[in-house]
C-alpha cells in the first residue's frame, strides 16, 4: 500500500480535491478524498498536482521505433491494399530504451492505443497498452485487439495508386476495397454459422476474415483515418450500410464537420497538431478545430500520433487548444477520460476513482503549463518513474 | 413563402409568361402565371422584368470527384486499375465542400442538378448520382438520386489505359467481349439467387460487382455508355439489347453519322463537351451542327460539359452555339433542362417550371443565353443560393 498526497488532486471526473489524498492498494485506487487517513507505516509521496495518467488513444510508439530506419519501421504492411490480420501486437518493441515509450512513461502518459499506420485501406488490429517497460509486449496490454484500423484518402490512394498502380487508385476504390472485405466476412460468417453442426461444410478458416469477425459483430471497431469532411462521410457511409462501428481518426477537417459528426455519435481522435501541413488533406490543421468539436457536441480526444518521442507533447497539444478557446476541463479531458473512453478502457483508467488503475502523474504545477515538470509517474500502483 | 414578381418566365414546358409570378412554398413551386394572387405576408421579390428559367441540368460531368487544381490528391474519377469496377459509386469521390471549384461554378451559374459519373478509363466504371448543387456539409444532403447508372466506356479510352499496359481489352472486340462477360455473370448470379431463394445454402456469395450490376439488367437504371464513334454506340446497342438493358449516349460526337438509328432505338443522347478541342482521333468530328442533327432525327438530347471543374458554368453557352449552328431556341433551352432531366429519372421533379416540381430557378438581367448576361439569383429548393 502507498499513499499520494497532493496539494491539488485532479480527479478529472468529479472535480478537483484541495490537499487531497489516494491511497493505493494492490494496483488500485482504494480511497480517494481530503479526510482519507493513511495507516501507520505506508509510505506517502507528496507532490504539488496529481491527476490521472495521461491516455493516448492514436500513436504509433514501438512500431516505427525512432531513429532506426526501416529495420524498425513496422507500422505498414504496404504490400496489399487489405491485410486485417496483422496486429500491431506483433510490431511493437517493448524494451524500455524505445524512444516513443520512453518519453510516454517520462511524460506521465501512462496508456496508448498503438495502431497500424494508413498505407492500406485496411490495416491491421490495433491494441491498447499501459506504458511501463516490460519483457514483453504482451504483458503490457490492457485491450487486444482495441480496433480494426482502416484508412480513406490520399494515403491508400498515393501508397496503391501513384506508386503501385493498382486498386485503389481513387476514394471510390477506398470504399469499393472497403466493402468488399466486409462483404467477404458477412458471407464467411453466414456460411459458418448455416454449417456449424457440419463443419464438414463449413468454409476453410481465412485468417483475415476472421479478424475482421469482430468489426462485424461490432466488439471492436473501425478506426477510421480521414483527414477530410468527405472522406469521414464514406467512412460513415460505409459503417452505416454494414452496421459497424468507427471511431474518426485525425479528424482535420472537423471544423467543416462537426455537426453531422455529432449526430451520427462518431467519437473523434483529433490531431496530431504539433506537426506541419504535410499533404493536401491536411491544409486546414488548425487549433480552432477543437473548439469547433466541441462547440458541435462532439466527443473527442486530442492525439500525437506520435513515432517516437513526440509523444511527450500531448499536453501542448491540449494547451494550444486551449488557447484557441477549448475550454480548459474539457482539454484535460480529452487528454485522459474521453480517450479512455474512446479505446474501450475508460473503466480502468483516464480519471481517479476508487476502483480505477492507480496511474498517476505527479507534476511540479498546472498540467498545462509548458514548464510543468512530471515527476513521478505510477502504473498500476508502482512508481515506475521518478525525477 | 416567397412569391418572385415581374419576371419574365421561361417555362420550358409551357411556354413564356411575361411579367408573371412564381409563389414558392416548402422548396416547390406552388403556382406559376400572370394572375396570381399573392397571400399575405409572403416576402415579395419583384424581377423587374428580369429572366427566370429553371435551373440547369448538366447530365454527364465530373465536378467534385476530379477537384479543380489540386493533382492527383483530388483525382477520384477513374478506378483505372481494373477495366470492370461495378462495384465503385461515384458517390464515395465526391468532395461537397463548397469551395469546390466545379460546385461552385455550377451553383454560381445556375446549374442546380447534375449527374457525376465515374470516368472512362473502364469498361464497366461504377455507378453514378444525381445531385443538387447547393454546398452542404456531406455529399449525401445533395442526392436526389442513388444510383442514377452505371458508367460503361467504349472506344480509345479503355483500350489506351488497358490495352498499352498488355491487360484485355486492347481492341473493341475485347471491350466487347468483356462486357458481355461481366452482364452474362451478373445474369447467372441473378438467376441462381432467384432460382434458390427458398434454399439459402444453395445461393451463390454475395459479390459487390455482380450485385451493382443487377440494378442494370433489371433495367432500373440504365448505363451510361461513353462512346463518341458511331461504330461504338452500334457496339453498345447491340450488347444492350442482347441483355435487355437500358441505355444513354454519353458524347455522341459522331451523331449525324447515325442519328436516324440512334432515335430508331429510341435511346437518348448526352452531347458533348462541345467547348473542348479534338484531343483523340476519335472526336475528329466535333461540331455543333451534331445536335441539329440528332433533334431532327428525334433524338432526345441534352449537352454536356464533361466538366472536371469550374468549365461547368459553359454550359449556357453550348447550348448558344447549338443555336447559332442550326438548333431552334426552344429544343436548345429543352438540351439544358428538361431532357437532361428526364434523361436521368429526374424529370418529374426538375428541369421546368411547373406547379409542383423543385423550386431550383435561374435569374438573370438579360436574355438568359447572352454570354454576357449576368446571373442575379439562384434558387435551389426554394432557398436563395447565390445572389449579385
Request: hydrophobic content about 40%.
Amino acid at each position: 500500500m502507498i499513499a499520494v498526497k497532493g496539494r491539488k488532486v485532479n480527479t478529472i471526473t468529479n472535480g478537483i480535491i484541495d490537499n487531497g489524498i489516494v491511497l493505493i492498494e494492490d494496483g488500485k485506487i482504494k480511497k480517494i478524498g481530503a479526510d482519507v487517513k493513511v495507516p501507520d507505516g505506508v509510505k506517502t509521496i507528496k507532490a504539488k498536482y496529481v491527476m490521472p495518467g495521461l491516455v493516448e488513444a492514436h500513436c504509433h510508439i514501438g512500431i516505427w521505433e525512432e531513429t532506426i530506419g526501416w529495420a524498425g519501421s513496422d507500422g505498414n504492411e504496404r504490400t496489399e491494399p487489405a491485410t486485417p490480420h496483422v496486429r500491431a501486437l506483433d510490431g511493437i518493441k517493448a524494451n524500455a530504451d524505445e524512444g516513443g515509450l520512453k518519453a510516454a512513461l517520462h511524460e506521465g502518459i501512462t496508456t496508448a492505443q498503438v495502431l497500424p499506420g494508413s498505407a492500406n485501406v485496411i490495416g491491421g488490429h490495433g491494441v491498447a497498452l499501459k506504458t511501463m517497460p516490460k519483457t514483453t509486449v504482451d504483458q503490457m496490454l490492457i485491450k487486444n485487439p482495441s480496433g480494426m484500423k482502416i484508412a480513406f484518402g490520399e494515403n491508400p490512394m498515393r501508397v496503391y495508386g501513384v506508386e503501385a498502380k493498382k486498386m485503389p487508385s481513387t476514394r471510390m476504390g477506398v470504399a469499393g476495397v472497403l466493402r468488399e472485405w466486409l462483404q467477404k466476412t458477412k458471407n464467411y460468417m453466414e456460411k459458418m454459422e448455416r454449417f456449424k453442426d457440419e463443419p464438414e461444410k463449413q468454409p476453410e478458416y481465412d485468417i483475415r476474415l476472421e479478424a475482421l469477425v469482430p468489426v462485424v459483430k461490432k466488439e471492436i471497431p473501425f478506426r477510421a483515418h480521414a483527414h477530410r469532411a468527405d472522406d469521414v462521410a464514406t467512412a460513415i457511409r460505409v459503417c452505416e450500410e454494414f452496421d459497424v462501428n468507427m471511431s474518426w481518426e485525425h479528424a482535420t477537417e472537423g471544423h467543416r464537420i462537426a455537426d453531422y459528426i455529432a449526430e451520427k455519435k462518431v467519437p473523434a481522435v483529433w490531431g496530431p497538431s504539433l506537426t506541419s501541413r504535410g499533404k493536401w488533406e491536411m491544409r486546414e490543421l488548425s487549433y480552432e478545430t477543437p473548439l469547433a468539436l466541441y462547440e458541435a457536441g462532439v466527443k473527442f480526444s486530442i492525439q500525437t500520433d506520435a513515432v517516437g518521442s513526440t509523444i511527450r507533447f500531448l499536453p501542448i497539444c491540449a494547451a494550444l487548444s486551449v488557447k484557441e478557446g477549448l475550454p480548459y476541463d474539457y482539454a484535460l479531458k480529452a487528454i485522459t477520460i474521453i480517450p479512455a473512453e474512446i479505446i474501450g478502457v475508460g473503466d480502468r483508467v483516464g480519471s481517479l476513482e476508487v476502483g480505477k488503475d492507480a496511474d498517476l502523474r505527479l507534476l511540479s504545477g498546472d498540467p498545462l503549463d509548458i514548464m510543468t515538470k512530471c515527476q513521478k509517474v505510477i502504473i498500476n500502483g508502482e512508481v515506475v518513474h521518478s525525477l | 413563402m416567397i412569391a418572385l414578381t415581374n419576371g419574365n418566365i421561361n417555362t420550358i414546358t409551357n411556354g413564356v409568361i411575361k411579367r408573371g409570378t412564381i409563389l414558392i412554398d416548402k422548396g416547390k413551386i406552388k403556382d406559376v402565371g400572370n394572375n396570381i394572387k399573392i397571400p399575405k405576408n409572403v416576402e415579395e421579390i419583384n424581377l423587374r422584368g428580369k429572366w427566370v428559367t429553371p435551373g440547369l441540368v448538366e447530365a454527364h460531368c465530373h465536378i467534385g470527384i476530379w477537384e479543380e487544381a489540386i493533382g492527383w490528391a483530388g483525382r477520384d474519377g477513374n478506378e483505372a486499375t481494373d477495366p470492370i469496377t461495378p462495384q465503385v459509386r461515384a458517390l464515395d469521390g465526391i468532395k461537397a465542400n463548397a469551395d469546390e471549384g466545379g460546385l461552385t461554378a455550377a451553383y454560381e451559374n445556375g446549374i442546380t442538378t447534375v449527374q457525376i459519373l465515374p470516368g472512362s478509363a473502364n469498361v464497366i466504371g461504377g455507378t453514378g448520382v444525381v445531385l443538387k448543387t447547393a454546398p452542404k456539409t456531406t455529399v449525401d444532403e445533395m442526392l436526389i438520386l442513388n444510383p442514377s447508372g452505371m458508367k460503361a466506356a467504349f472506344g480509345e479510352n479503355p483500350m489506351s489505359v488497358y490495352g498499352k499496359n498488355k491487360v484485355l481489352p486492347a481492341t473493341r472486340m475485347g471491350e466487347a467481349g468483356i462486357m458481355r462477360e461481366w452482364l452474362y455473370k451478373a445474369k447467372t448470379y441473378m438467376e441462381k439467387k432467384e432460382q434458390f431463394k427458398d434454399t439459402p445454402e444453395k445461393l451463390p456469395e454475395k459479390d459487390l460487382k455482380l450485385e451493382a450490376l443487377i440494378p442494370v439488367l433489371k433495367g432500373e437504371i440504365p448505363l451510361r455508355v461513353h462512346a463518341h464513334r458511331a461504330d461504338d454506340v452500334a457496339i453498345a446497342i447491340r450488347i444492350c439489347e442482347e441483355f435487355g438493358v437500358k441505355m444513354s449516349w454519353e458524347h455522341a460526337t459522331e451523331g449525324h453519322r447515325i442519328a436516324k438509328y440512334i432515335a430508331e432505338k429510341g435511346i437518348p443522347a448526352v452531347w458533348g463537351p462541345g467547348l473542348n478541342w479534338r484531343t483523340k482521333w476519335e472526336t475528329r468530328e466535333r461540331t455543333f451542327e451534331t445536335v441539329k442533327n440528332l433533334v431532327d432525327a428525334g433524338v432526345k438530347v441534352a449537352l454536356q460539359t464533361d466538366a472536371d471543374n469550374g468549365k461547368i458554368g459553359f454550359l449556357p453557352i453550348s447550348a448558344a452555339l447549338a443555336i447559332r449552328d442550326g438548333l431552334s431556341e426552344e429544343e436548345a433551352w429543352r438540351t439544358i433542362t428538361i431532357n437532361p432531366a428526364e434523361i436521368l429519372g429526374v424529370g418529374d421533379r426538375v428541369g421546368s417550371i411547373e406547379k409542383g416540381k423543385d423550386a431550383d430557378l435561374r435569374i438573370t438581367k438579360g436574355d438568359p443565353l447572352d454570354p454576357r448576361s449576368q446571373v442575379r439569383m439562384v434558387f435551389i429548393d426554394g432557398e436563395l443560393v447565390f445572389s449579385r
